[in-house]
């Protein structure tokens, strides 16, 4: 290994754990003082402006997050996260994937479920904005497609449709301080079942599922066909009504343009 990748390593090792006196002296023999700045001074700068601009991506990722902890809490997030967490991605888009894990497990942030919950639901906002393109189906598709057909009929997704599913009351917090009203206290009645996809004009939508609604749909992503589905509407419709509710479903998805194709098995 060369010694400029040596020292690139030592250097990179020591940003990724500043407070180890191992990596502080590996890296300051290969650091000299400079114009009246000590060497250790040198590297705390930029130890700092590192951790600095972690922190921001953690302010610009979850800024809904932050407004909800305050900025005290959210320094200490930042500060705990950073240490248990340090960055190994080369993006900086995957810096905080494991923020909502982080929040459920800590000592002091699991006691407050909506926060990992609320985190869990800005992540899934940015992956449906990074989601891929690709063709969007149209309603005409399914129209045109010969009735004995339907039965074996199964439906691919846009690639930026995601699913959350929650017992607080996240989204609606979300919702609240976005526009800048307070949010409601945290409860944790029910389940709550949203679906989130970026629409043709690149904007991110999302809306709130019942749970029949939400079977439908993750059952389809599995790859079940439309008899499949119908049967499985039995749960909360009779048999006449499974199937119409099963195909104005398909109807708003196709209008929404999160179906990409229809499949034949």
């Known amino acids: 290994m060369s010694q400029l990748r040596q020292t690139q390593q030592a250097f990179m090792q020591y940003l990724l754990s500043a407070k180890s006196d191992n990596n502080l002296v590996d890296i300051r023999e290969r650091v000299s003082d400079q114009k009246g700045i000590s060497a250790d001074h040198r590297l705390q700068i930029y130890a700092n402006a590192y951790r600095i601009r972690l922190k921001e991506t953690m302010e ?131 389940q709550r079942y949203w679906a989130l996809w970026r629409n043709s004009e690149r904007l991110t939508q999302f809306e709130s599922l019942n749970q029949s609604q939400y079977v439908l749909l993750t059952g389809f992503i599995e790859g079940n066909d439309f008899a499949h589905q119908c049967e499985a509407m039995l749960n909360w419709y009779d048999e006449q009504a499974a199937p119409m509710m099963v195909l104005q479903t398909l109807q708003s998805w196709f209008s929404k343009g999160i179906i990409r194709e229809l499949v034949i098995t």
Not at 90 to 112: E, K
Not at 121 to 141: W, Y
């Open 60 to 190: 610009t990722d979850h800024q809904i997050l932050g407004q909800y902890l305050g900025d005290e809490l959210f320094d200490k997030l930042a500060i705990e996260y950073l240490d248990a967490h340090p960055s190994s991605a080369t993006s900086l888009r995957q810096f905080c994937d494991n923020l909502p894990a982080f929040l459920r497990t800590d000592d002091f942030f699991c006691q407050y479920p909506i926060l990992a919950d609320i985190a869990q639901f800005e992540r899934l906002l940015l992956a449906a904005f990074d989601g891929a393109e690709s063709t969007r189906a149209d309603f005409t598709d399914l129209q045109t497609l010969a009735p004995e057909l339907w039965p074996d009929c199964s439906l691919r997704f846009h690639p930026s449709l995601q699913m959350f599913s929650c017992k607080s009351n996240a989204v609606e917090s979300w919702q609240a301080l976005k526009a800048e009203t307070a949010p409601d206290a945290p409860y944790y009645q029910q």
